[in-house]
Nanobody
Framework: QVQLVESGGGSVQTGGSLRLSCVAS?????MAWFRQVPGKDREWVAL???????TYADSVKGRFTASRANAAHAFYLQMNNLQPDDTALYYC????????????????????WGQGTHVTVSS
């Protein structure tokens, strides 16, 4: 059974930084971060493929940086200049097999999900 273990969430003030980590139990083609606020749909944040393709949601571009350590099946999200609107439950998602780039922002492209890690940004 594939497992994703997330860590790194917490509480910070506006302008602060956090680094989320996700470690998968298997090699994955694409790994992504999504986030969800109660009462709202889950929102894609960033993704990175094993070959190195990376993209971000407009709301986090320039503030968040994704990276991977492929040998360790690890995926990271460095979050800088955090804002109250970034407050959410952040989920790591993984897809072991190749998928067309255009579909990788959709949550239904991912087979495996972590348990979520809370990020709270206070003003």
């Amino acid at each position: 059974q594939v497992q994703l273990v997330e860590s790194g969430g917490g509480s910070v003030q506006t302008g602060g930084s956090l680094r989320l980590s996700c470690v998968a139990s298997v090699d994955c083609y694409s790994m992504a971060w999504f986030r969800q606020v109660p009462g709202k749909d889950r929102e894609w944040v960033a993704l990175m493929t094993k070959p190195g393709g990376v993209t971000y949601a407009d709301s986090v571009k320039g503030r968040f940086t994704a990276s991977r350590a492929n040998a360790a099946h690890a995926f990271y999200l460095q979050m800088n200049n955090l804002q109250p609107d970034d407050t959410a439950l952040y989920y790591c998602a993984a897809r072991p097999t190749f998928c067309a780039w255009g579909t990788l922002r959709e949550d239904n492209a991912y087979h495996y999900w972590g348990q979520g890690t809370h990020v709270t940004v206070s003003s």
